[in-house]
């Protein structure tokens, strides 16, 4: 999109008409994954800074041509007939939304299998219910593993997945398995949705839980010493040597539970 072309989808989002929802239907929204017309709520440019970021992409009719905003399309079906519209969550009315999304170059005449709407993301309370090796705690037989125990993404929901496997199948042996250390990516998640955020900001309860993506704010905090002969360290410079020996010690703590 030219800047022209985003601003007209911006102010058409804003104005467009939206499904009401009944009280017993109201959810809260998941910051990681907002409706479209909601980010625009938020700032004219909130959209190019989110699912419309238009960095790491060359126009290939003119590479020195930049694009203001883009949409990407995933390819859902062998024929590549149909594509999905990534980032495109939206709760706006059907017959508006196949208009607005006509204002996309390139979708002017496109036909819409199916149209968008908010997807409910249904997940335990498991600071309060899980303990650290994934177990229910008021039936110790069960254990959860995926985006329900609160962990969003599918690396990270497979990477749950995969630790309640190995742990269910170490106690399956006689041999049973800890969590990593929580200074590993795996081990950070794990101890954040069995009760690490309580801890770290304070909560007296479990109400505050919500869905998270592994981020350095999850690791343990680390000191790192001044670099000799740096007058000025720069803040940038700083947070990528922190987050070097983070994911360093990460690797060899790893590397010692394995």
């Excluded at 269910?168 to 069995?194: C, Q, R, S, V, Y």
Aim: one cysteine or more; hydrophobic letters at 40%.
């Amino acid at each position: 999109m030219t800047q022209d072309e985003y601003n007209a989808f911006v102010d058409a989002l804003l104005s467009a008409e939206l499904h009401q929802f009944k009280d017993w239907e109201k959810v809260p929204y998941f910051d990681g994954c907002l409706p479209i017309e909601v980010m625009a709520e938020r700032g004219r440019e909130t959209l190019r800074f989110g699912p419309m970021k238009p960095v790491g992409l060359t126009n290939p009719r003119d590479p020195l041509v930049k694009a203001y905003a883009i949409v990407q399309l995933r390819q859902d079906n062998a024929l590549g007939s149909l594509w999905n519209m990534v980032g495109f969550q939206t709760k706006m009315k059907y017959g508006v939304q196949a208009e607005i999304f006509r204002m996309i170059p390139g979708l002017q005449n496109a036909q819409f299998a199916r149209l968008g709407g908010l997807h409910r993301n249904t997940f335990l309370n498991s600071p309060k219910v899980l303990g650290g090796d994934l177990r229910l705690k008021a039936d110790p037989r069960l254990r959860f593993a995926g985006q329900v125990t609160g962990v969003e993404g599918y690396v990270e929901s497979a990477a749950i997945g995969l630790m309640a496997g190995r742990m269910a199948a170490g106690d399956f042996h006689g041999k049973p398995l800890e969590a990593p250390p929580e200074t590993t990516a795996m081990g950070a998640l794990i101890n954040h949705i069995t009760g690490g955020h309580i801890e770290a900001e304070g909560y007296s309860g479990a109400r505050s839980f919500q869905p998270m993506n592994v981020n350095f704010g999850l690791f343990p905090a680390i000191a790192i010493a001044k670099p000799e002969g740096i007058a000025r360290w720069k803040s940038v410079d700083k947070t990528r040597a922190k987050r070097k020996a983070i994911t360093t010690r990460a690797l060899t703590d790893m590397m010692s539970w394995a």
